[in-house]
């Protein structure tokens, strides 16, 4: 009966250390960011090497839709070709004259010949956070 706790233990751990080891791959790359787009505060992005990987769009979800506590601003990018490419994001406010605030976001990532996005790196100065990694995912439809 020990031997079985015990071996029970063991492979619970192994699950534990392999099961959430498993690295994010997929074709579209989602960043969700707070925004003050009320305001006129939104995220600009800026992709160099855009046959490698293309802005989708933004989408935003607004304070108390949807049940978000802080408005939203939702990027995707869909890989296009195999390469490598960065993308800048700035926080900027499109209403004025400085429109620059001091946040900005560089990710430097990979696209492989399956089209699975790889993030290389990520640098910038987001809020006093750690910069967010950004969710990969599968999309299968044909742009």
């Known amino acids: 009966m020990k031997k079985i706790k ?11 250390i392999f099961g959430c080891n498993k690295e994010q791959k997929g074709n579209m790359m989602k960043l969700e960011l707070n925004c003050d ?15 490698v990987i293309q802005s989708e769009g933004d ?7 949807d049940k978000v506590l802080e408005t939203k601003q939702i990027i995707r990018f ?10 800048e994001i700035k ?5 004025k004259e400085n429109k620059e605030k001091d946040y900005s976001i560089k990710y430097l990532i990979e696209v492989d010949s399956d089209l699975n996005i790889k993030i290389l790196s990520k640098t910038g100065k987001f809020y006093d956070d750690e910069i967010i990694t950004p969710e990969l995912y599968m999309d299968y439809t044909k742009k």
């Open 6 to 16: 015990i071996i029970c233990v063991i492979l619970l751990m192994l699950i534990i």
């Open 37 to 51: 787009a009320e305001n006129g505060y939104v995220w600009q992005t800026t992709v160099l090497n855009s046959n």
């Open 59 to 65: 989408e935003f979800l607004y304070k108390d839709q």
């Open 78 to 87: 869909r890989a296009l070709e195999t390469g490598t490419a960065e993308i």
């Open 91 to 95: 926080y900027i406010n499109a209403q």
